[in-house]
């Protein structure tokens, strides 16, 4: 199993911002890319981006401007830079990693996730 910590979270107003931290053991050969996604109550997860180990990144196109994914040169620290918040932002933010790919990999496949940082943005 793969253990990922996320911290970072809190209660901001409106315009404010954050940065969210996930705690991981790194990348492997075999993994995929490093996310975050959140959920909202009564609304189902939400994809937000992804980090690969050479840097490259994808962003849901609603989130892409205020957002910002990243990672630390050891690559065992990945973040989420969230600025002009606003109350619809308000969830629980996980960090998940996927693993798997081709040959050896196939056999490990899986998709692994935190316990969750809260945010809540008030107006």
């Known amino acids: 199993a793969v253990e990922l910590v996320e911290s970072g979270g809190g209660a901001v107003q409106s315009g404010g911002s954050l940065r969210l931290s996930c705690a991981t053991p790194?990348?492997?050969?075999?993994?995929?890319?490093m996310t975050w996604v959140r959920q909202a109550p009564g609304k189902e997860r939400e994809f937000i981006a992804t980090?690969?180990?050479?840097?490259?990144?994808n962003y849901a196109d609603s989130l892409l401007g205020r957002f910002t994914i990243s990672q630390d040169n050891a690559k065992t620290t990945v973040y989420l830079q969230l600025d002009n918040l606003k109350p619809e932002d308000t969830a629980m933010y996980y960090c998940?990693?996927?693993?798997?790919?081709?040959?050896?990999?196939?056999?490990?496949?899986?998709?692994?996730w935190g316990q969750g940082t809260q945010v809540t943005v008030s107006s």
């Open positions: 998940g990693t996927s693993v798997g790919g081709g040959g050896y990999c196939a056999r490990l496949r899986a998709d692994y």
């Open positions: 980090i690969e180990s050479d840097g490259r990144t």
């Open positions: 790194g990348y492997t050969s075999c993994t995929k890319y």
